[in-house]
């Protein structure tokens, strides 16, 4: 076989499995309602919870920010990319978070993949590491513990009596129990706070990935530190910035000694070009709305939208698991029906994303809806209507 032919022959299995994926191209800013493929769509796909990423004050930020501070940051924080911005944003962030750690700092990342390698890799590159790693943690974790010179062993999904079997038996003068604090294809919640009394009683760091929890959970939209009350110096947060922020981005916060590790030795912070100022500028509008009233409004308006999803969906056949967060999982199983289901509620105008493995276990696949604060009541109803027809007809 040539070259092109393996490549040919991979596209071919993957099609064979029903796992080819394809991009939808959007024409219109993120959104329930939007314009995608030239046609009018309702979406229930966006981690854009509190519908701040088309929000008029966050983009009249952003423009602000590119007339301050220009279009680019025209090198990495080290060398001359590191703005005024971006320090503002550390200092609100850290500010934020302070109430949970110790000597808080906050470091910002162009994304939230990279801020979990950098955890990783800079708090595990001791070869005498250990990283003990959640089961259903997202892929940008999975990759942060592999590019570690640390030792990985996975314990199961919210299994803390197997956790600490775990760290009972390790002798690793280095300690990393790292999760995600909502399940992004779950939506369900790690128990942090027996997760946290493991890590103190076993001496290890517990690194929480706020993805789906930062500007939703807690008061303030704090996240799932303050959900969960939680607070230690051995905590360390990540929370990302595209999702109910709305911008893009993300940043770690944790005891300055870590942050300042994280600067002096974390290559996916070191060695990449600072993300556009005018984004951190943007940002610092998306955490004043999220910690104010109208934050606190928006959650209001989730977890209504939530509540009447929960209420009104009457499913027999496919498994709906246990979710009080925005992430609201269908499972049907089998990869060819997931596709079918949506795209028959494609059909209807309806854009739910089906998710498949390896995004999933293997018999595990599902539509994944995701709820925001912009979509109304009648939004919700339209969707629980047509999911349980749906369900109903599927022959
Ligand atoms: C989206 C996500 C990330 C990655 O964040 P980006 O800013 O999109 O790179 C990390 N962890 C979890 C749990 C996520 O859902």
């Not at 990283?131 to 999904?157: C, K, M, Q, W």
């Not at 760091?205 to 607070?231: C, Q, Y």
């Amino acid at each position: 076989m040539n070259l092109m032919d393996k490549v040919r022959a991979q596209l071919d299995e993957l099609a064979s499995h029903s796992l080819t994926r394809h991009r939808r191209t959007a024409e219109s800013p993120c959104a329930p309602r939007q314009v995608v493929d030239g046609r009018d769509m309702l979406a229930f796909c966006s981690n854009d919870y509190l519908g701040l990423a088309a929000h008029p004050r966050v983009v009249e930020a952003l423009r602000e920010g590119a007339s301050l501070y220009g279009a680019g940051s025209g090198a990495s924080h080290l060398v001359s990319g590191h703005s005024r911005a971006h320090a503002l944003l550390e200092e609100r962030l850290a500010a934020f978070e302070a109430p949970h750690l110790e000597s808080a700092r906050a470091l910002y990342f162009c994304t939230g993949y990279m801020a979990n390698l950098a955890v990783l890799t800079g708090l595990g590159s001791t070869l005498d590491a250990m990283i003990f790693s959640e089961a259903l943690n997202h892929a940008s974790l999975i990759d942060g513990a592999r590019l570690a010179r640390a030792g990985v062993t996975v314990y199961p999904h919210g299994d803390v009596a197997a956790l600490e079997e775990k760290l009972a038996a390790s002798a690793a003068p280095t300690k990393i129990v790292v999760t995600d604090s909502v399940f992004s294809m779950d939506g369900d919640l790690a128990p942090l706070p027996a997760l946290l009394a493991l890590c103190e009683r076993y001496g290890a760091w517990l690194v929480v990935d706020d993805a789906h929890g930062f500007g939703v959970l807690g008061d303030n939209g704090r996240g799932a530190l303050e959900h969960f009350d939680l607070r230690s110096p051995h905590l360390v947060y990540i929370g990302t910035l595209g999702k109910a922020a709305g911008v893009g981005g993300a940043f770690i916060a944790a005891h300055e000694d870590v942050i300042e590790l994280m600067i002096q030795r974390a290559r996916p912070y070191i060695y990449t070009t600072a993300a556009a100022p005018a984004l951190a500028h943007a940002l610092l509008a998306s955490v004043d709305i999220i910690e104010g009233d109208e934050g606190e409004k928006r959650r209001a308006g989730l977890r209504a939208r939530i509540a009447q999803l929960d209420a009104g969906l009457r499913l027999e056949r496919w498994q709906r698991p246990v979710s009080t967060t925005a992430i609201q999982p269908i499972i049907i199983g089998a990869n060819d029906e997931a596709m079918a289901a949506a795209a028959r509620l494609h059909e209807q105008g309806l854009w739910v994303p089906a998710i498949r493995p390896p995004t999933v276990a293997v018999g595990t696949a599902r539509l994944r809806v995701t709820l925001s604060a912009a979509h109304t009541e009648q939004d919700v109803a339209q969707l629980i209507t047509a999911l349980n027809q749906l369900e109903r007809t599927w022959a």
